[in-house]
């Protein structure tokens, strides 16, 4: 199984961002999340559309407005994962370079954590897609901030090379 190296692993080497980004993109790891990301888009939409749409007509007013609340909540966060992955994809197929992946317009934002949804009577089907998004969310959040916010965004100075320079500066008076 061909893991990711993350650049601020020991094994990393101070590799730049857009290495570990590319790195990434080519991995197994993205291949997962990627078909696990958009099985749930999918399998999400076909649920809102069906038997989500019919199991909200039978619930109370203040239920069926949780659940409009939550399903669009629902929806919003799998648009943005999907959105995620397929910035990624576009790295790995070379419609997008790793450079501009980088630019903080393709971030995932932070989202407020749910403790529970917002009306008792929610279908269980509904409850049980949201937890699965917000799994899928909290492990692509982490995999945006290991790779764009935590990596290194240029190699690392030489310090020897450094310090000599200083020394050169300061005798070249």
């Known amino acids: ?11 990393a080497g101070g590799r730049p961002r857009h290495v570990v980004v590319q790195d990434f993109a080519r991995s197994e790891l993205f291949d997962r999340i990627f078909k696990e990301g958009m099985e749930l888009v999918e399998e999400t939409a076909s649920y809102l559309d069906g038997d989500g749409r019919r199991e909200s007509r039978l619930l109370s007013r203040s ?15 799998l ?19 790793p450079q501009t ?8 934002t932070e989202r407020k954590p749910e403790i529970e949804p917002t009306h008792g009577d929610l279908p269980i089907a509904l ?5 699965r998004a917000e799994k899928l969310h909290d492990r692509t959040i982490y995999l945006d901030r290991r790779m764009y916010l935590d990596a290194p965004a240029e190699e690392p100075e030489n310090p020897v090379l450094s310090q000599m320079g200083r020394l050169e ?4 008076v």
């Open 63 to 77: 239920a069926a407005l949780a659940y409009a609340a939550e399903s669009m909540k629902l929806t919003t966060r």
């Open 127 to 131: 409850i049980e897609y949201l937890v």
């Open 101 to 108: 992946a980088c630019e903080p317009r393709y971030r995932l």
């Open 169 to 172: 500066a300061a005798f070249r």
């Open 79 to 97: 648009m943005q994962i999907a959105s995620w992955l397929l910035v990624q994809r576009a790295v790995r197929e070379g419609d997008m370079t």
């Open 1 to 11: 199984m061909t893991e990711m190296l993350l650049a601020d692993d020991p094994a």
